[in-house]
């Protein structure tokens, strides 16, 4: 396995894939990554639509070196995947090495050219340096008949650490290029690029990703832009989220993405520090002070208050590129969850009590978002109406009364009432 230490960057700019600059390693021993460098093109800036890859990549023609606190730049970072690709990966480099295989320990700046180019998240893309081909090759495969079954055999194998050889293959390894911690696969559905959300033993008892198309279907009512997706249950197993992808066109273009964690150079995504607040400036500037985009965010934290979504860290929000510059991406990884007051979630302004955040909170926020009180009223009905429906949204979607009862904790009545004394004192 030949692993690199300069790449060509290359982005796809309104259909057209041009070349950015060059991005370099220091290594401090073996593939521990100390710091890198980045160098634009001299032509790139000269190309329409092009634009600043990163908020740590200013436009400038000498080199960029990343700070001391970070080894790669955060465009770079949101490419990387997270905990689940990287166990896939290093489970398929460990097995290879058990069969006598040398196969080299990698670091963060070998998962960019090992990741699959084909299912990478975004418009950027890897190169050798002077090379004609992308890093890496690996082909994302077509679904196959009873393809769920076999995928959701695998990720449930990998989860117990008995996958063998043939499930890590599977499972897209070396070159997933998955994000996120829940095992998941890229595949193409009638040629359409697709990710595929399987079930994971850490839901328990509990069938996750049909929780999930619930809220999609939910945000959707309340008119939230959302991922769009297909929950597909192979019989006596757990169901499938098999998504369309929101960084690809419908000519399978590929469209930028950053996440929220990078357009707010964050140290990590579940950095406590920052707010919705603190995001909706961001939103606010990145978006040149586009109203609905901020009318947008203040619907999907009323969503997230209410379905008590509570892993909302900072890769879970994110951006796409447009011709205008950036957008907020379709909102994506909301579920409800019945945990209460255990888990520490984004606050919505300093005042906030993370564990337990409240309407009332995103309320004496609404000037963050240039609400008036009447806007921040019917805003918020927009979101309550289908919310509380989610009972019959459920049922629609197979979940079983049994579960919906473990379930209702999420959907907390008193934050339902006390959304509905705000619209009243708002709309009044
Ligand atoms: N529909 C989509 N199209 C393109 N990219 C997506 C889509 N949905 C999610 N992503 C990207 O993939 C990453 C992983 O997806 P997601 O957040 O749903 O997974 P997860 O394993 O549930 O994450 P977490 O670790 O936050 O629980 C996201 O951070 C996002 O960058
Ligand atoms: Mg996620």
Known sequence: MKLFDELDVYVEVGGLTVRAGRLGASFVGGRSLGGSWFTYDQDYFS?????????????????????????????FQDLTPDDWGRMVMRAKLASDRQVGLNTPVVGDFDYLALASDESRLGA??????????????????????NGLAAFTGAAARFEEHE????????????????????????ARVGGELKMLKLPSSRDGGRDGEAWEFTAIQLAEQAGLEVQTGRLCRPAGMKSTLVLYRFDRTE??????????????????????????EDFADCVDMLTGGDRNQLRELFKRIAFTVLINNIDDHWKNHGFLRGECGWRLSPAFDVNPSPSIGSVSSRQINSKDDPRKRSILSLVASKDAFGLSK??????????????????KVAASVGIAEAEMKSMAPAFSTEQQQLAEREIARLIA
């Not at 990163?54 to 960029?64: E, G, N, Q, V």
């Open 47 to 75: 190309v329409a639509g092009a634009y600043e890859l990163s908020p740590d990549l200013p436009r400038t023609h000498s080199r960029t070196y990343s700070g001391p606190d970070r080894a790669l730049f955060f465009a």
């Open 124 to 145: 950027i893309r890897f190169a050798s340096v002077g090379g004609s081909t992308w890093l890496s090759e690996v082909t994302v495969p077509e679904l196959e008949v």
């Open 163 to 186: 996958a063998d050889e043939r499930d890590l293959m599977l499972l897209g390894a070396p070159g997933t290029s998955a994000g996120g911690a829940r095992p998941k696969v890229a």
């Open 251 to 276: 000519s399978g273009n590929r469209i930028g993405f950053i996440s929220a964690r990078t357009a707010m150079e964050l140290p990590d995504h579940t950095f406590n520090t920052a707010t919705y």
């Open 374 to 391: 009447g806007d921040a009223g019917h805003a918020l009905a927009e979101v309550l109406a289908p919310v509380r429906t989610w009972e």
